[in-house]
């Protein structure tokens, strides 16, 4: 049976992979902050969860000494461009020195292991017309802490694939949602305005910038999409993820508000408004493809549906 180490194993992205890697017979050992542990009755059977800061390498290394792994996926990570800005020190440290920690510890434990280092479609910045959509090859131009935390991670793979041999595979995902995403970014805030909404019988939501385009993918394509890229991708590459089409936030909302059972009304909050806001952005994804087989399979509209389903269960 192959065996797979799963960082950041108790969040959102996580969780639906620890689900889809078992559904293929794929052994689970994951890892969790200890201050971000959630409940070990949350994760699905068999699945062996650990405590660990992976910023601490002496815990990490005496953790993992003597395991071998045939799959690394490396998800622990700060997660929001808007929060970096607000602790942009604890964000490049968590999301560097913590994979710095942890290729260290591979190279030692699991040198063969192939290991998927996730970066960001924030890593591009706000793209010109001209490079739309976006591929691989487009520049760099990263806006926020975050967005510098994820070329930094994207770059330190490649560094221990050209210097230590390790079988790294990198990725570029865009925006990526579904159930069980944190309110903290923009389709499930929605969401759970709208079924905090629906018990009270209606009223006003607030709202941000909504003439953005996003690519939006549901997080059950993207997991698929991380295991292909260890079992089929090549090392030392690098490939973007996503669903090749730009939504506009405002027909996000206005589907996502056709679902609600209450009349809910919409207001413009400054304070949720970015200073630095990307207009419109989609990716190319066709060198993944090629590569994989890979393509999106779930529509944006079952992923809405089932985001404001999540958090109407959520709340009952």
Known sequence: M????????????????????????????GLVHPQHSPKISKFPKKVKIEKCDILKKEDLEKLLKGQKFDYVFHLAAFSSPPASFINPKETLEN?????LNLLETLKKTSPDARVLIIGSAEEYGAVSTENIPVG????????????????AQDFLGLKYFLSEKLQIVRVRPFNHIG???SPAFV?????????????????????????????????????????????KGEPGEVYNIGSGKAYKIADILKELISYAKVEIRIRQDKKL????????????????KKQTGWYPKISISKTLFDTIDYERKKLN
Request: one cysteine or more.
């Open 95 to 99: 999301n560097i020195i913590g994979q």
């Open 2 to 29: 192959k065996k797979a180490l799963v960082t950041g194993a108790g969040g959102f992205v996580g969780g639906h992979l620890n689900e889809h890697l078992q559904a293929g017979g794929i052994e689970v050992f």
């Open 187 to 231: 389709v499930p805030a929605f969401a759970s305005q709208i079924a905090r909404l629906e018990k009270i019988g209606g009223g006003e939501m607030l709202v941000g910038n909504l003439n953005s385009w996003r690519d939006f993918t549901d997080v059950r394509d993207i997991v698929k999409a991380y295991l292909l890229a260890l079992t």
């Open 273 to 288: 408004l970015r200073d630095k806001d990307i207009a419109k952005v989609y990716c190319d994804f066709s060198k993944f």
């Open 136 to 151: 691989e090859d487009t520049p760099l131009a990263p806006l926020s802490p975050y967005a510098v935390s994820k070329v």
């Open 179 to 181: 159930p069980g995403q």
